[in-house]
């Protein structure tokens, strides 16, 4: 496709053979991992320092803006991607507003939420542009749908402006959450009448490439953090565990989700947004792995003001809710029979409760996660009509 022309804009077939993600959609994919890296370490910082609640409060609200906004990306671009120089420019526009939305992130967790909103703002109003164009080159159904995403979208940024009017306290916190409602139903109401043209297998491979993509900066922090441990306090026999341990549970993780291909399961809009809208919880839990790992680093060293089993809980809740969630929205679909049904269920209560093994938690938890790939191996291997591969 040539990019030094402008096309109209037309939704793109469903059917289309052999399409994959472009280089525009995995530069965009690295650039929200900024976002994700300080959301990442806020969280980390504010768990270390004692005051948990706060810390995931302000975690799960900043990752929303972040996954929300790449996963309108994504999905528009699977209908509508001309790759055509104002498309380009229109993304690069978002980019600009992401690296904004995560200088914002440290204030943010502060209550300072003027930097996310700008930077929220300005991918939103890129992505509105894109609706209006997509709008100008449909008719009929399609135009209409196009026309009330842009619409939907202009409304919500006026809320999310309008609410840092709104004094800190109980009443800005419920207003924040009316308006991520009616962020999640703009979607819901503008498909009802035309469904986009977005791409089954497209779609499941830009979702895995963020996956990869999240549980690599959850590799890094916690290497980061190992690495600065053992600088400075020579820490490897209390270090080691948690190292090991972490690792074992981000191989487990990639194993589950890439175990079979979940494509042929996303037919229609009803099953592409329940499992679309439920990678919020994916993205943010396998994320919020690489922080707890990090935390319990600190503690290990007695640089967190928090107990063993509350720095141990950092890494084993967020793992076994991304257990729990990725055999609720996607391995449970390839599955047969109530053993292997169990598996994942079982293994997260399991990994849940690894918090109080004391310093072994991470280590116990990393083994239980490969145990239950291991289980999944076996129990595929006696009935391969599951055509499972975990």
């Not at 053993?339 to 004391?358: D, E, K, N, T």
């Not at 938690?361 to 599951?386: D, F, H, W």
Request: aromatic residues 10%; contains cysteine; proline residues 3%.
């Amino acid at each position: 496709m040539n990019a030094s022309t402008t096309r109209r804009m037309t939704a793109r077939s469903r059917t289309e053979a052999h399409r994959v993600a472009t280089p525009l959609e995995l530069f965009f994919d690295l650039c929200f991992v900024v976002a994700v890296a300080q959301a990442g370490t806020r969280l980390v910082h504010s768990t270390a320092d004692g005051h948990p609640g706060h810390a995931v409060t302000g975690y799960l609200f900043v990752f929303f803006g972040i996954w929300w906004a790449w996963m309108n990306f994504s999905w528009f671009a699977s209908a509508y991607d001309t790759d055509d120089v104002p498309y380009r420019i229109a993304t690069l526009v978002q980019i600009a507003g992401v690296l904004i939305y995560a200088a914002g992130v440290p204030r943010a967790f502060d209550g300072d939420l003027a930097i996310v909103v700008l930077g929220y703002v300005v991918m939103r109003l890129a992505l509105t542009f894109q609706w209006l164009r997509a709008a100008y080159g449909e008719r009929g159904p399609a135009r209409r749908t196009a026309l009330t995403y842009a619409g939907g979208v202009v409304v919500c940024q006026v809320c999310w402006a309008a609410l840092l009017l709104v004094p800190a306290g109980a009443g800005r916190a419920a207003g924040f959450l009316c308006v991520i409602v009616a962020e999640l139903l703009v979607p819901v109401i503008a498909e009802r009448g035309h469904r986009t043209a977005w791409h089954p297998h497209h779609i499941s491979e830009r979702y895995g490439l963020f996956t990869l993509i999240v549980l690599g900066e959850t590799v890094s922090a916690a290497t980061v953090a190992v690495q600065s441990a053992i600088d400075e306090h020579d820490a490897l026999g209390e270090l080691l565990p948690i190292a090991i341990g972490g690792l074992l549970i981000v191989f487990a993780a990639w194993w589950i989700y890439f175990a079979v291909p979940i494509h042929g399961h996303l037919r229609g809009n009803r099953q592409a947004f329940l499992w679309g809208y439920g990678h919020y919880v994916v993205f943010s839990s396998a994320a919020a792995i690489g922080a707890g790992i990090e935390v319990a680093v600190e503690q290990a060293v007695g640089k967190a003001h928090l107990t063993t089993t509350g720095a141990s809980f950092a890494v084993t809740g967020p793992s076994a809710v991304f257990l729990f969630t990725l055999w609720l929205l996607h391995a449970r679909h390839s599955k047969r029979g109530a053993a292997q049904q169990s598996i994942l269920p079982v293994a997260a209560v399991l990994v849940a409760l690894c918090a109080f093994a004391g310093h072994a938690a991470v280590l116990l938890a990393g083994i239980i996660a490969a145990l239950a790939v291991a289980a999944g191996l076996t129990l595929a291997a006696r009935n391969p009509e599951s055509h499972e591969a975990e």
